[in-house]
């Protein structure tokens, strides 16, 4: 693009320099007109690559999976054979036995609860513990921010399993509490690969989700809009709670969804952490690809999660329009 | 001021014109910031005076002289590091903000972005505790004194800075405190609403009977609206009195200076009458007490170039015995009337329209601003030789400055402790009006 500009006006350019009159400069003016009229415009050949590599990479694996899992099981598992069949979507909810009688069967519904249950622990944990942390930065010199956001970005800088090993070092039996805990004479706890350490681990993976956008409401948010409301009567409480928390509302949405979206298809903690005691969806579905050899189901779980998650998107859209409060899912 | 505030019956606060003695006093307050080159900057320096119950008290002053955080400081916003603040017999500045029976109107309106106009006014209400009907008639009440109640629905993004102002002063008054404090409310707005705004802050003020503290750096706000002015410099008010004294007899060159335009003028004078050396002493009291002339028989007269002896209307100290005079422009006229003190020539001349603006040489190389009221005299032409009347009165002496640069002699011994930078104040006190005093003569304040 630029080379083509200055091909096209570098024969101009002398007689622009010579021209001291003005006079000539008329004709180049016309000439210019070719030139694309809002400065800084992409002609749309440009974005080409970029948009193959956004369909190949985002929509054509989410296109497959939504194809295989309406497609059959071949009968010595793994792969699909191209047969179209719901048969997946109904092994879901029912289950049927040698007899071929088909019934109810709940427990990939409980799967799905116990994940909604661990994801919903862990955003409420996440919430509770990252509005006054956020609130905290927010109300530091603007240096000290500065360096306080990049501190809670610290754990980014690693690897998540790397983290995540870190963790079960913590928590085993010969770790770091429990022979704190021996040390003053307690008991050996089982920390290590129970519910309880798989919703450590999650909460402390999704906290900085959490924090970074209620910190960016909030950071924006004038202050002396409390001190007006302590002038009019009202106590450090009340402040919070009529003024702070009502502007922090789009932040605390966009961290809901950051936390609760991956907290609900989790896979590395309960897996690492909590041992693969409590099956949670990502559990299940990584087993459909892997020891189950069962794909069309396996991609089943993983549109009816979609699914769900993207009713619950929807849901705030509406909501966010209906108030008027602008909520970007961003950091 | 007797006019009972608007209420509604039953649950309001103690009407402040029940109980005559709600004055506001601060007593020696202080307070120090620290700048960021880690010098300690006087912020409020020892500041005692008494704001009359349902008055009109403005706090003018420049930028950075702490008008602002005494305002800030009665609300409870800030914290002294010294002193007091009594609301009638009961002591205020330990108190939180909330329990404070005062309130703010912010300069910039702080209206809560996510309530509407009514919410905005019935929030302060609320946190009392009242009753639902009784708030709500209260904010019918208010939009109706502020003329806003077919906004009430609406967010505060969608109103005009005007009527945001009303709605931040409907909030304040909505409690009926016993004391509205008003931070530079009127900045923000244009010229024309800011006049429409004053007028309509002085009535509320009137039919409110409420106290009103009020912050600006704008002298005319300050004359137009004041009951009484304190002119607030380095953290200190230099002068507290009405607008007319304010004017018209300026405590200090600060003052003189910061109020209007006027002319300095420093020349030589002489002492008639009275007794020598005690004499003066008696005078350095008098002249710190505000009286107008001393005990003594003596009197200042001046000459000033192609004029003729002038006795000055008060008596002050004459350091190398020289006087600073100051000189209103508007009080100089070119027809005769009063006394001839001067003439000169004409060195500049400015047609405003509503008068004329000239600069008058005098012969000694003194610059003097003149207005010319019309109808304009056919000689009043540039280089033209006038010659220069006004009333004895007009001009006045300024007490001379301290080295420290505070006008009254009592209060150098207060300001001149270490911890005090002094540095800046002399600086300050050098001349920055629009005509600088005779070359030959240097200003007091450098001495």
Known sequence: ?331 | MTTPIPTISGHDRVNPTDSPSRELTISHARKTFITPEKTHVNAIDDVSFTIKQGEFFVMLGPSGCGKTTLLRSIAGLDTLDGGEIHLGNQRIDQLAPHARPVNTVFQSYALFPHLTIAQNIAFGLEMEGRPKAEVAARVTEMLELVQLSEMANRKPAQLSGGQQQRVALARALAKQPQVLLLDEPLAALDLKLRRGMQSELKRLQRTTGITFVFVTHDQEEALSMGDRIAVFNQGRPEQIGTPEEIYEKPASRFVADFIGETNFVTTPAQRVGGVGGGGEHVNESDSENGLENGGADQRLVVTLPGGDPVTLPKVVDTPNGEVTLTIRPERVSLTPTGVRFASGRISKLVYMGTDLRCNVTLADGTELAVRVPPPFPAEVQPDAEVSLYADPVALRPLTPETAAGHGAPGRATVHAKPATPATPQAAGAQPTAATAATPDAPTQAAQ
């Not at chain 1, 040698?98 to 427990?107: E, I, S, V, Y």
């Not at chain 1, 963790?167 to 129970?194: H, K, S």
């Not at chain 1, 009340?238 to 989790?266: C, E």
């Not at chain 1, 050899?293 to 979609?306: D, E, H, K, Q, Y």
């Open chain 1, 1 to 331: 693009m630029s080379l083509h500009l200055g091909t096209g006006t570098a024969p101009e350019a002398p007689t622009v320099r010579d021209d001291r009159t003005g006079v000539n400069l008329v004709p180049l003016a016309t000439k210019r007109k070719k030139q694309p009229k809002v400065p800084g415009r992409f002609p749309w050949i440009a974005v080409i690559p970029a948009l193959i590599v956004a369909a190949l990479f985002t929509i054509g694996p989410l296109v497959i999976i939504v194809i295989f899992s309406f497609m059959s099981r071949p009968p010595t598992g793994g792969g699909i054979i191209y047969e179209f069949t719901l048969e997946p979507y109904v092994n879901f909810l029912f289950q049927s036995d040698f007899l071929g009688n088909t019934a109810f069967d709940p427990r990939y519904l409980s799967v799905f609860g116990d994940s909604l249950w661990q994801a919903a622990v862990t955003t409420i944990v996440c919430l509770i513990l990252a509005f006054p942390i956020a609130l905290w930065i927010a109300t530091r010199p603007e240096k000290k921010q500065n360096l306080l956001v990049m501190l809670i970005t610290v754990p980014f800088w690693t690897n998540l399993l790397v983290r995540t090993y870190a963790w079960m070092l913590i928590l085993n039996d010969n770790g770091i509490v429990n022979t704190g805990a021996a040390a003053f004479g307690l008991p050996q706890m089982d920390l290590l690969y129970t519910p309880m350490a798989s919703q450590l681990g999650l909460i402390y993976t999704f906290l900085p989700f959490m924090v970074l956008p209620i910190y960016a409401s909030l950071a924006g948010f004038d202050f002396r809009l409390a001190e007006a409301a302590y002038d009019l009567g009202a106590r450090k409480s009340t402040v919070i709670r009529r003024i702070i928390l009502p502007l922090a509302t789009p932040g605390i949405i966009s961290g809901i969804l950051l936390v609760f979206m991956p907290a609900f298809g989790s896979y590395v903690q309960p897996v690492l952490l909590g041992g693969g005691k409590v099956l949670l969806i990502g559990n299940l579905i990584a087993s459909q690809f892997g020891d189950s050899r069962n794909w069309p189901f396996g991609a089943a779980l993983s549109v009816i999660t979609l699914v769900l998650l993207m009713v619950a998107l929807i849901a705030i859209a509406l909501y966010s329009r209906k108030s008027g409060k602008k909520v970007e899912i961003s950091l």
